[in-house]
């Protein structure tokens, strides 16, 4: 990959993490000049994969506040969507909604094992989120752990299944079971934030012991 579109994909990954942000906090992150992040930036915008709004500052110029656009989607891991809808849809004709809640079921039991010794030598609630969080970028969702007053917020900047679960409701309704079984009884888990209905990043409410 030329290294001008390995430093572009580079902004988009970050904007798409931590948008929306600046291009001075981009460039400090990614040790890059703000001049060069500007330039990436301005290509992207071209391609119609970020947009920004202006944030009016007590002194000196508005800030560009950057974020990622629908489009971008295409540019992160998208774990062959295309297939994933195609099957889906045939399973349903074969199976009915039914038989779909089975297979659902059956996969979220496989991810629960995996998940679970992935994360079970963790001693502390946000041990577990990291580990996790570690498990799920790995899948392609761009998982974080963020300080919310007296719990965390873990945080999904991409969702690789997004156009198999806008034809399955079930992949998310099991997503939320699941995180709830992995991470243990006595912990609470609210979905705050969810792409599917519109948001830039599905972010769930973690508070326990």
């Known amino acids: 990959m030329p290294r001008n579109a390995s430093g572009r994909q580079a902004v988009l990954d970050l904007v798409q993490r931590d948008g929306p942000v600046s291009a001075d ?22 391609e119609k994969l970020v947009e920004f709004e202006e944030e009016a500052r007590p002194r000196g110029r508005p800030v560009k506040l950057w974020r990622t656009m629908p489009k971008a989607a295409g540019r992160f891991a998208d774990s062959h969507s295309a297939l994933a809808v195609d099957l889906i849809a045939q399973m349903k004709k074969a199976f009915g909604e039914t038989g779909m809640d089975r297979i659902l079921k059956l996969r979220t039991a496989e991810q629960e094992r995996i998940y679970r ?92 012991p």
């Open 25 to 46: 906090a981009l460039a400090g992150k990614l040790g890059l000049t703000t001049m060069a992040v500007r330039q990436h930036l301005s290509a992207l915008e071209g």
């Open 117 to 208: 010794a992935s994360t079970g030598g963790a001693r502390t609630l946000k041990a577990r989120l990291d580990k996790l969080a570690k498990v799920r970028s790995a899948e392609g969702y761009m998982a974080e752990v963020r300080r919310d007053g007296e719990g965390f917020l873990f945080i999904e900047n991409h969702c690789p299944i997004c156009a198999a679960a806008r034809l399955c409701s079930g992949l998310c309704r099991e997503e939320l079971s699941l995180f709830k079984r992995v991470l243990g009884p006595e912990v609470d888990v609210e979905r705050t934030s969810h792409i599917l209905a519109g948001a830039g990043r599905c972010a769930y409410r973690v508070r326990g």
